[in-house]
Every structure is written in structure tokens, then in C-alpha cells.
């Protein structure tokens, strides 16, 4: 496995992080009705949780020598004000972020760098709480 391709696969999950923040942010702002109460605070934090991962991830691309990138993932990020719809557009989103960090973890494991693994993993992780707790709003 090249240095490239692991970089190309960081570059992509960093473009999920990008359209992310940008989903739950305007998520946060839209969310109507009773449902406001308990989405609003959950999007906001999705959207910093998606900041947060979004440097642990630029900073890894960087440490292995490539260029981040500054576009958003071109996957269109749905408007909404009905609140499933954002849910349901909130979980093909986590469910891709997990596909590619389940991708990259693969990857790390050939690298041998276990801090780098570590700090992916756990975002990795992240992702599947947060793909379990979209699950369980929708069931």
C-alpha cells in the first residue's frame, strides 16, 4: 500500500467531515416544531463533533506528507425543515463517514503507526455511536 493512497482515502473522509458540519449546521438552524428542542442541541454537536474530527484527520494527512483538502464532499446535502428527512439524510451521511474510516483503519493497520491508528479508530467509533443513535430516533 502506497503513502498516496492512504492519503487520497484521509483526503475523502475529510470531505465527508467538511459536508457534515455544514449539514448538521444548517440542520440546527432549520429544525422546526417540537422537535426543535431535542435536534437542535444533537445537529450542533454532530457539527462540532465534525470539526473536531476534520483537524484530527487534515493534521494526519499532513504528518504523512500530503495537502488536505478544502472542498466539502460533493454529495448534495438535502434542505429540509421535516425533521425524518433530515434524520434520514443524517444517517446516509454517518453511514458513508464509517464506510471510509472503516476503509482507512484497514489501511493504518499496514502503516504501523499506532498513533495515527488510535486517533482514527476513535473517530471511527464515533461514527458508529452516532450511526446507532440515528438508528434507534428512526426505529
Known amino acids: 500500500m502506497s503513502k498516496d ?3 487520497e482515502r484521509l483526503n475523502e473522509a475529510l470531505g465527508w ?3 457534515a458540519m455544514n449539514m448538521y449546521a444548517h440542520y440546527a438552524a432549520n429544525i422546526q ?3 426543535r428542542l431535542q435536534l437542535d442541541p444533537m445537529f450542533t454537536e454532530e457539527a ?3 470539526l473536531a474530527h476534520a ?3 487534515r493534521r494526519a494527512i499532513v504528518k504523512l506528507g500530503g495537502v488536505p483538502v478544502t472542498e466539502r464532499n460533493p454529495h448534495a446535502i438535502v434542505h429540509a425543515t421535516d425533521f425524518t428527512t433530515m434524520l434520514e439524510r443524517s444517517l446516509e451521511t454517518e453511514t458513508k463517514a464509517a464506510e471510509v474510516y472503516d476503509g482507512i483503519i484497514k489501511l493504518l493497520d499496514e502503516v504501523g503507526d499506532q498513533e ?3 486517533s482514527i479508530e476513535q473517530i471511527y467509533f464515533a461514527e ?3 450511526l446507532e443513535s440515528l438508528r ?3 426505529a
Do not use: N
Request: glycine share 4%; charged share 25%.
Open 48 to 50: 462540532s463533533e465534525s
Open 5 to 7: 493512497v492512504l492519503i
Open 17 to 19: 467531515e467538511l459536508r
Open 33 to 35: 416544531g417540537i422537535h
Open 128 to 130: 458508529l455511536r452516532s
Open 116 to 118: 495515527m491508528y488510535d
Open 136 to 138: 434507534l430516533i428512526l
Open 55 to 57: 483537524d484530527v484527520v
